[in-house]
Protein backbone atom coordinates (compact mmCIF):
# COMPACT_ATOMS: atom_id res chain seq x y z
CA UNK A 1 0.00 0.00 0.00
CA UNK A 2 1.21 3.65 -1.02
CA UNK A 3 0.36 6.49 1.19
CA UNK A 4 1.35 9.89 0.32
CA UNK A 5 0.19 11.43 4.00
CA UNK A 6 3.78 10.99 6.22
CA UNK A 7 1.30 11.01 9.05
CA UNK A 8 -0.42 8.11 7.82
CA UNK A 9 1.95 6.39 6.69
CA UNK A 10 3.54 6.59 10.11
CA UNK A 11 -0.11 5.33 11.58
CA UNK A 12 0.10 2.31 9.09
CA UNK A 13 3.21 1.16 9.69
CA UNK A 14 3.00 1.05 13.64
CA UNK A 15 -0.83 0.10 14.01
CA UNK A 16 -1.32 -2.32 11.25
CA UNK A 17 1.63 -2.92 9.08
CA UNK A 18 5.22 -4.41 9.18
CA UNK A 19 6.47 -2.28 12.59
CA UNK A 20 3.43 -3.29 14.42
CA UNK A 21 3.55 -4.99 17.75
CA UNK A 22 2.41 -8.74 17.50
CA UNK A 23 0.89 -10.33 20.59
CA UNK A 24 0.46 -14.15 21.54
CA UNK A 25 -1.96 -13.66 23.96
CA UNK A 26 -5.89 -14.10 22.22
CA UNK A 27 -7.48 -12.33 25.13
CA UNK A 28 -10.96 -13.45 23.11
CA UNK A 29 -9.75 -17.22 23.23
CA UNK A 30 -8.39 -16.69 26.98
CA UNK A 31 -11.86 -15.12 28.16
CA UNK A 32 -13.52 -18.11 26.84
CA UNK A 33 -11.29 -21.38 28.17
CA UNK A 34 -11.02 -19.65 31.73
CA UNK A 35 -11.02 -21.48 34.43
CA UNK A 36 -12.64 -18.68 36.45
CA UNK A 37 -15.03 -17.21 34.86
CA UNK A 38 -18.76 -18.33 35.84
CA UNK A 39 -21.54 -19.06 34.89
CA UNK A 40 -22.04 -19.69 31.19
CA UNK A 41 -24.98 -18.08 30.80
CA UNK A 42 -25.19 -14.16 31.93
CA UNK A 43 -28.44 -11.51 31.32
CA UNK A 44 -27.61 -9.64 28.49
CA UNK A 45 -27.07 -5.68 28.96
CA UNK A 46 -31.04 -3.97 28.52
CA UNK A 47 -29.36 -0.65 28.18
CA UNK A 48 -27.65 0.95 24.68
CA UNK A 49 -29.14 0.46 21.27
CA UNK A 50 -31.15 -2.53 21.72
CA UNK A 51 -33.25 -3.33 24.10
CA UNK A 52 -33.37 -6.51 24.82
CA UNK A 53 -33.33 -8.41 27.91
CA UNK A 54 -32.58 -12.06 27.75
CA UNK A 55 -30.04 -14.80 28.95
CA UNK A 56 -27.24 -15.47 26.60
CA UNK A 57 -23.85 -17.79 26.65
CA UNK A 58 -20.80 -15.82 27.55
CA UNK A 59 -19.08 -17.93 24.20
CA UNK A 60 -21.59 -15.87 21.98
CA UNK A 61 -21.37 -12.68 23.72
CA UNK A 62 -17.85 -13.01 22.82
CA UNK A 63 -18.01 -14.35 19.18
CA UNK A 64 -20.69 -11.61 18.40
CA UNK A 65 -20.90 -8.78 20.70
CA UNK A 66 -17.00 -7.94 21.85
CA UNK A 67 -13.84 -7.03 20.11
CA UNK A 68 -12.01 -9.19 17.99
CA UNK A 69 -8.50 -10.44 18.08
CA UNK A 70 -7.51 -8.65 14.87
CA UNK A 71 -9.18 -4.91 16.13
CA UNK A 72 -8.48 -5.80 19.87
CA UNK A 73 -4.20 -5.93 18.75
CA UNK A 74 -4.65 -2.86 16.51
CA UNK A 75 -5.96 -0.69 19.66
CA UNK A 76 -3.17 -2.38 21.66
CA UNK A 77 -0.49 -1.18 18.92
CA UNK A 78 -2.56 2.22 18.88
CA UNK A 79 -2.14 2.96 23.20
CA UNK A 80 1.86 1.22 22.54
CA UNK A 81 2.45 3.57 19.80
CA UNK A 82 0.74 7.27 21.03
CA UNK A 83 1.91 6.50 24.40
CA UNK A 84 -1.51 8.37 25.76
CA UNK A 85 -1.26 8.44 30.10
CA UNK A 86 -5.17 8.22 30.30
CA UNK A 87 -7.34 6.08 28.37
CA UNK A 88 -10.92 6.03 28.84
CA UNK A 89 -13.97 2.92 27.28
CA UNK A 90 -17.27 3.04 27.16
CA UNK A 91 -18.99 -0.06 27.00
CA UNK A 92 -16.75 -2.20 29.40
CA UNK A 93 -19.23 -5.20 28.05
CA UNK A 94 -16.52 -8.44 29.26
CA UNK A 95 -13.63 -6.47 29.09
CA UNK A 96 -11.41 -8.01 26.80
CA UNK A 97 -11.03 -4.39 24.51
CA UNK A 98 -10.31 -2.45 27.94
CA UNK A 99 -7.24 -6.02 28.09
CA UNK A 100 -5.94 -4.67 25.10
CA UNK A 101 -5.64 -1.23 25.52
CA UNK A 102 -4.47 -1.40 29.28
CA UNK A 103 -1.98 -3.64 28.28
CA UNK A 104 -1.05 -1.09 25.51
CA UNK A 105 0.71 0.85 28.08
CA UNK A 106 0.67 -0.44 31.93
CA UNK A 107 2.03 2.70 33.75
CA UNK A 108 -1.33 4.20 31.58
CA UNK A 109 -4.71 4.86 33.56
CA UNK A 110 -7.43 2.94 31.75
CA UNK A 111 -11.39 3.94 32.62
CA UNK A 112 -13.78 1.98 31.33
CA UNK A 113 -17.62 2.92 32.00
CA UNK A 114 -20.69 0.38 31.84
CA UNK A 115 -23.86 0.36 33.54
CA UNK A 116 -24.16 -3.64 33.48
CA UNK A 117 -22.81 -4.99 36.39
CA UNK A 118 -22.93 -8.37 35.36
CA UNK A 119 -20.44 -7.18 33.05
CA UNK A 120 -18.32 -5.65 35.34
CA UNK A 121 -18.19 -8.47 37.21
CA UNK A 122 -16.86 -11.01 34.55
CA UNK A 123 -14.43 -8.12 32.89
CA UNK A 124 -13.03 -7.54 36.96
CA UNK A 125 -11.87 -11.36 37.05
CA UNK A 126 -11.02 -11.59 33.69
CA UNK A 127 -8.49 -8.33 34.03
CA UNK A 128 -7.37 -10.16 37.34
CA UNK A 129 -6.52 -13.19 35.81
CA UNK A 130 -4.43 -11.19 33.68
CA UNK A 131 -2.74 -9.73 36.20
CA UNK A 132 -3.96 -6.45 34.57
CA UNK A 133 -3.41 -3.35 37.40
CA UNK A 134 -3.84 -0.39 35.44
CA UNK A 135 -7.73 -0.52 35.10
CA UNK A 136 -10.77 1.16 36.32
CA UNK A 137 -14.33 -0.06 36.06
CA UNK A 138 -16.68 2.53 36.36
CA UNK A 139 -20.86 0.96 37.15
CA UNK A 140 -22.33 3.71 35.56
CA UNK A 141 -24.60 5.41 32.81
CA UNK A 142 -22.36 6.43 29.86
CA UNK A 143 -23.08 10.32 30.19
CA UNK A 144 -23.15 10.12 34.10
CA UNK A 145 -19.97 8.25 33.92
CA UNK A 146 -18.21 10.50 31.45
CA UNK A 147 -19.33 13.76 33.36
CA UNK A 148 -18.38 12.05 37.09
CA UNK A 149 -14.88 11.51 35.68
CA UNK A 150 -14.42 15.17 34.31
CA UNK A 151 -15.46 16.41 37.11
CA UNK A 152 -12.85 14.63 39.23
CA UNK A 153 -10.21 16.42 36.88
CA UNK A 154 -9.79 12.68 34.72
CA UNK A 155 -9.03 14.40 30.73
CA UNK A 156 -8.59 11.04 28.48
CA UNK A 157 -6.52 11.93 25.98
CA UNK A 158 -7.05 8.45 24.17
CA UNK A 159 -10.66 7.40 24.09
CA UNK A 160 -12.68 4.34 22.77
CA UNK A 161 -16.52 4.77 21.64
CA UNK A 162 -18.02 1.56 22.15
CA UNK A 163 -21.10 2.14 24.36
CA UNK A 164 -24.45 3.01 23.08
CA UNK A 165 -24.84 3.10 19.61
CA UNK A 166 -26.95 5.60 18.52
CA UNK A 167 -26.14 8.80 16.66
CA UNK A 168 -28.01 11.06 19.90
CA UNK A 169 -25.65 8.84 22.67
CA UNK A 170 -22.13 9.12 20.19
CA UNK A 171 -22.44 12.78 20.03
CA UNK A 172 -23.33 13.54 23.12
CA UNK A 173 -20.52 11.68 24.87
CA UNK A 174 -17.73 13.48 22.50
CA UNK A 175 -19.16 16.48 23.20
CA UNK A 176 -18.71 16.44 26.65
CA UNK A 177 -14.92 15.03 25.98
CA UNK A 178 -14.42 17.74 23.19
CA UNK A 179 -14.69 20.73 26.33
CA UNK A 180 -11.05 19.11 27.02
CA UNK A 181 -9.60 18.12 23.65
CA UNK A 182 -6.05 18.50 23.09
CA UNK A 183 -3.56 18.36 20.06
CA UNK A 184 -2.91 14.97 21.46
CA UNK A 185 -6.31 13.55 21.69
CA UNK A 186 -7.14 10.68 19.64
CA UNK A 187 -10.85 9.36 19.48
CA UNK A 188 -11.27 5.95 18.35
CA UNK A 189 -14.96 5.40 17.50
CA UNK A 190 -16.12 1.66 17.04
CA UNK A 191 -18.86 -0.18 14.75
CA UNK A 192 -19.22 2.40 12.57
CA UNK A 193 -21.08 0.68 10.23
CA UNK A 194 -23.46 -1.16 13.26
CA UNK A 195 -26.28 1.29 11.85
CA UNK A 196 -26.69 4.72 9.36
CA UNK A 197 -26.93 6.76 12.58
CA UNK A 198 -23.06 5.34 13.74
CA UNK A 199 -22.10 6.39 10.18
CA UNK A 200 -23.57 9.51 9.96
CA UNK A 201 -22.46 10.70 14.13
CA UNK A 202 -18.64 9.91 12.77
CA UNK A 203 -19.37 12.46 9.85
CA UNK A 204 -20.45 14.95 12.02
CA UNK A 205 -17.78 14.69 14.54
CA UNK A 206 -15.04 14.54 11.91
CA UNK A 207 -16.61 17.76 10.05
CA UNK A 208 -17.95 19.56 13.07
CA UNK A 209 -15.36 19.78 15.36
CA UNK A 210 -11.42 20.51 15.73
CA UNK A 211 -11.13 17.31 14.46
CA UNK A 212 -7.80 17.53 11.87
CA UNK A 213 -7.26 13.73 10.29
CA UNK A 214 -9.95 11.14 10.39
CA UNK A 215 -9.50 7.81 9.17
CA UNK A 216 -12.49 4.91 8.28
CA UNK A 217 -11.13 1.12 9.10
CA UNK A 218 -14.37 -0.06 7.74
CA UNK A 219 -15.35 -0.90 11.12
CA UNK A 220 -13.72 1.44 12.93
CA UNK A 221 -12.90 5.63 12.97
CA UNK A 222 -10.19 6.79 13.97
CA UNK A 223 -9.74 11.26 14.64
CA UNK A 224 -6.97 12.72 15.34
CA UNK A 225 -6.59 16.25 16.62
CA UNK A 226 -3.22 17.44 15.62
CA UNK A 227 -2.45 21.12 15.66
CA UNK A 228 0.63 20.77 13.65
CA UNK A 229 -1.75 19.81 10.29
CA UNK A 230 -3.91 22.49 9.64
CA UNK A 231 -6.63 21.38 6.72
CA UNK A 232 -8.69 18.77 7.91
CA UNK A 233 -7.71 15.40 6.16
CA UNK A 234 -9.70 12.47 5.33
CA UNK A 235 -8.24 8.70 4.51
CA UNK A 236 -9.91 5.36 3.98
CA UNK A 237 -7.68 2.32 4.73
CA UNK A 238 -8.45 -0.72 4.18
CA UNK A 239 -7.79 -2.88 7.08
Known amino acids: MYLHSPFIFELYENTIGEKKHGMKEDFPQLFQNSPFLKPT ?40 FYNPTCVLETGTCLGIGTAYLASGKPSANVYSIDAHKPYLELASTF ?20 ANLL ?58 TKVRVSVDLGRMGVLFFNEDIHEKQHFMIRF
Open 41 to 80: QIERSNYGAVKKSESVSINKLVNSVSISKKYGEWIYNMVR
Open 127 to 146: HAQLGLKNIRLLEADVIEGI
Open 151 to 208: SLGVYPDFVYIDANHTYESVLEQLALLNENVHSKCIWVIDDIRWSEGMFQALEFIRTQ
